[in-house]
Structures are given as C-alpha cells and as structure tokens.
C-alpha cells in the first residue's frame, strides 16, 4: 500500500494506471476505522481493480461548538488495517494539502442539507458536499462506497451527482452493527459504558418503529409520537430528530404508503448518535436513488 498525502502526486500515479485500463474504487472516511470501513473496502475490492480509501477529518463539516478538536484519529492504526485489506493507495491529507488556501467555494444541497440532521447541524451537509465533491476531482474514481448508516449523506451524495453529472458511480452498503444492534460509528468511543449500554434503545426504536409499520400503522405523525415516547423509556437518551420521511426525497410524508425512512439522532451526554431505517409494511427496502432487493446495497 502506497501512501499519499499530495495530491498531484496522487493524481500522477492514478493517471497512470487509469491508462493501462485499471479501474479504481474510493472510499472516503474519516479515519478512525471499524468493520463498517471495513465492510465498504471489501465492497470495494470485489468491484475494482485499485482501492483508494481516504482519511481526512474534515473541517468544513464540524460547527463551532462540535468535536473537531476531539475527533478519534489513529492514522498508524488505521493505516495498518487497510494495509492488511489489501487497499492499494490510502490518501491521507493534512488540512493544508486539502484547503491550501481558506475555500470561497462551497457545494450545496440546501433542501436536502437543511433537514433532519442538517437541522440540528447548519452547515454540516454543505462541508460534507464539498468536500466530497474535492475528492471525486482528485481521485476521479470510476465508484465510490458509503455506509447506509449516514442515510441523509447518501441521498445527498447521489443528488450532487446526479445533479452536476458527475461521472461517479455511488454504492450504498448496508450498516454493520455491534451484537445489540447498535450501529458501529466512530463516535462509539466517546460513549462511557453506561451510555453504551443505554445506546441499545436506538436500534431498538427502529425495531419498534418497523412493528408497528408491520402492524399497520400508517400515520406518519403518530409514529414518530410513538418513537418518541418509546426512546423516553431510556432516561439518558435525548432525541433531537425522531422523523419518518419519504426514503428516496425525504421529504415529510403524511400517510405510510411507499417506502420511508425512520431516521434518528439521538443524544447521549455530550454523544450524538444517528440511525436510520427503510421500511414498507415489513419489508426493509434499499431505495436510496431506487428500489432494489431487502437488504441489499443500490447503485446509481
């Protein structure tokens, strides 16, 4: 595995296998990596003939009073696990190689950007996007790999491309979870144990929000009521987005009758957890940029 913390000189040596035909994969992160990184290298490496997996903890997307400064970062570490993987090139750029000079340009998504997490988070979704944007430009990778977990970001994702045509392809991955159902995030490590412990309440609320889908509830204001209520069984969980909107716009919806999204974000002391699920009647349907199969990751 070659490391790289210029850009041009990554670019150099893609150009050059680009011209021998060779295919390349990217998976953005923030470092700090857990199976679910993992997961998507995988994918990655089945579907290309070079992996480039990025690590960056990017300011742009961090408001004033967040966690940038405390933000896990273990690049040795990091570094040793995708090595292992089989990733051919890490990119892993200091704030100075990726913003060289403060940035007067910004990508947005502002109807998508400023709802459910954006709306407690203003701003986070546009650093996301142009950062995101900044990465396709230097590595012009032919696919790129994100976690269903950060749902929103996806849908964002697929939206910039789609809307600047970026000759990007965008894969989903299904989320990888801890035994209790907890999506692994690099934020976990923040949690004390008790707030771990407490965190199980978060996936449980997506079981019970898919119950009662199943069991026919189709008022949308009326299930998040009820989530709402059901996370209060957990004394240290503080919703700030309990919401169910349309899966492939987000947009709110009234009645449950195509596939929508539960989506929360949930806070834990000073911790913000999300998680999301896609549900039909019982059915968890992949439909981020389209329909596809229960369970299963959808391209563009």
């Known amino acids: 595995m070659r490391v790289f913390s210029s850009i041009d000189e990554l670019r150099h040596t893609l150009d050059a296998l680009k ?10 992160t923030m470092g700090y990596l857990h ?25 742009l997307q961090f408001g004033p009073a967040e966690d940038l ?13 995708l090595k292992q993987a ?31 997490e954006g709306a407690v988070r203003p701003g986070h979704f546009a650093g996301v996007a142009t950062v995101v944007s900044k990465l396709f430009n230097i590595v012009q990778p032919q696919t790129a790999y994100f976690g269903d977990k950060d749902y929103q970001q996806v849908v964002i994702i697929k939206r910039m491309v789609d809307d600047l045509a970026v000759p990007v392809r965008v894969i989903s991955v299904p989320t990888v979870r801890d ?3 907890l999506a692994l995030s690099s934020r976990n490590v923040y949690l004390s144990p008790e707030e771990r412990r407490a965190a199980a309440i978060v996936p449980q609320t997506l079981d019970e929000g898919e119950r009662l889908i199943a069991d026919g509830l189709t008022d949308a204001k009326v299930l998040e009521a009820k989530l709402t209520e059901f996370l209060g069984r957990e004394p240290l969980a503080e919703p700030e987005v ?32 999300l998680d999301n699920r896609v ?21 563009k």
């Open 19 to 28: 011209r021998q035909g060779r295919t390349v994969g990217l998976v953005p």
């Open 35 to 59: 199976a679910g990184h993992m997961e998507l290298v995988s994918r990655a490496r089945a579907e290309n003939d070079l992996v480039v997996v990025s690590i960056f903890v990017n300011p």
């Open 69 to 81: 400064s405390k933000y896990p970062r273990d690049l040795e570490r990091d570094s040793a696990m």
């Open 86 to 116: 089989g990733v051919n090139f890490l990119f892993a750029p200091g704030v100075a190689d990726m913003y060289a000079r403060p940035m007067k340009t910004v990508v947005d998504v502002p109807d998508l950007g400023r709802e459910l």
């Open 179 to 181: 035994a209790d159902g």
């Open 242 to 273: 309990v919401a169910v909107r349309d899966a492939s716009t987000l947009e709110p919806v009234g009645s449950i009758e195509e596939p929508v999204v539960v989506a929360l974000f949930v806070r834990f002391g000073s911790t913000r957890l």
């Open 279 to 299: 549900v039909r009647d019982n059915r968890v349907d992949r439909v981020i940029g389209g329909k596809g199969k229960p369970g299963k990751g959808v391209t």
